[in-house]
């Protein structure tokens, strides 16, 4: 029993008496605290849920009242998403019902000879999509590279006028878009870069570059500079300790940024509303200036919407460990 009850730097406790019990009233704390994140998180997937079933409706249960929760599932808005159709003359119809009857029509030509439609081509739905795709990726990369070394500069320098510079750099996110549209479209139409992947680039890249420098900078900060210092002392020039000794106990950090100015770059309405028109227009305003025939397409909205948020929850499921980074914010000790 003396083992029990002495202990010291050569006579650690016994730690198989040791058991550690959940009393039952944490337990039902923890419980209730489950329940609760649960609930919540089932409120805030509502809109998802609504917008899932209205991409597989038809135009019809759309617009019905009360609102068809069960349904039949048609790829309608789909086919009004990719395609762009014309109204078939009666002729036309009979001989693409005798097609459809014996299998040598496709599958979005069915769903719109439904409607009486022919396919006539494409939309320039998947266009806006790459569009996004160019602009949203190459400026979080760049925002996230110059941040890196703009962080790393306040973090580990004595920069003149450093928390000046912090606030004016903060200060380029103080304004909302609307009220700088207006002189940055008269500004790229005197510059030639209205409707210019690079002019949206640049944009964005400006933009996310304050978010980049803050929370880099935040994460910077907790790697203890005597590491540097050591890799210093051991020959190391002061380029290759950032590479070999800084960077790699930042890529938590610098992944968890990208996220966010993806997320930024990715979901930007304005700036692409207004400073495009045709040959760099991303997803977003495509999507929401949607027009069919018979008014507004609110089935291939969904159905755009839904291919939209399909790659950004990929990069932030792949990145979701990254993004708890928060949690153990500051475990680096000197």
């Excluded at 409706?57 to 759309?62: D, F, G, S």
């Excluded at 500069?153 to 920069?159: A, D, Q």
């Excluded at 640049?202 to 929370?215: A, D, E, I, P, R």
């Excluded at 997320?263 to 207004?274: D, G, Q, S, T």
Aim: aromatic fraction near 12%; charge should be positive; proline fraction near 5%.
């Amino acid at each position: 029993m003396s083992d029990f009850y002495e202990s010291g730097p050569n006579k650690p406790v016994n730690e198989s008496i040791r058991v550690d019990k959940v009393s039952p009233r944490s337990r039902r704390i923890h419980n209730l605290r489950a329940i609760i994140i649960v609930i919540l998180a089932l409120f805030l997937l509502i809109p998802i849920f609504v917008m899932v079933q209205t991409a597989f409706k038809t135009r019809a249960e759309v617009v019905s009242v009360p609102p068809k929760f069960v349904f039949k599932p048609s790829l309608e808005g789909f086919v009004l998403l990719f395609t762009e159709r014309a109204i078939a003359p009666p002729n036309k119809i009979k001989q693409l019902q005798e097609e459809a009857e014996s299998g040598e029509l496709g599958l979005f030509d069915r769903v719109a000879l439904q409607g009486g439609q022919v396919i006539t081509g494409p939309s320039d739905y998947m266009t806006r999509l790459k569009n996004s795709l160019i602009i949203a990726g190459i400026s979080t990369i760049l925002a996230v590279v110059l941040g890196v070394f703009a962080a790393y500069s306040f973090s580990r320098f004595n920069v003149p006028g450093k928390d000046d510079l912090m606030f004016f750099i903060l200060s380029t996110r103080m304004l909302p878009a609307v009220v700088v549209t207006i002189p940055l479209f008269i500004m790229y139409r005197q510059l030639g870069m209205h409707d210019t992947h690079i002019g949206m680039i640049l944009l964005y890249t400006v933009f996310n570059l304050s978010l980049s420098v803050w929370l880099l900078k935040g994460f910077i900060d907790e790697i203890p500079i005597e590491y540097e210092e050591a890799a210093l002392v051991d020959g190391y020039t002061r380029m290759q300790a950032f590479f070999k000794i800084v960077l790699p106990q930042a890529m938590t950090g610098i992944a968890a940024t990208a996220v966010f100015c993806l997320i930024f770059a990715w979901n930007e309405y304005a700036f692409a509303l207004m400073l495009t028109s045709d040959t760099a227009r991303t997803a977003p305003p495509a999507i929401a200036t949607m027009q069919g025939r018979g008014g507004i397409e609110w089935s291939a909205i969904a159905a755009g919407s839904l291919g939209f948020l399909i790659p950004v929850v990929i990069v932030v499921f792949l990145l979701r460990n990254y993004l708890l980074r928060g949690v153990t914010f500051g475990a680096i000790r000197q």
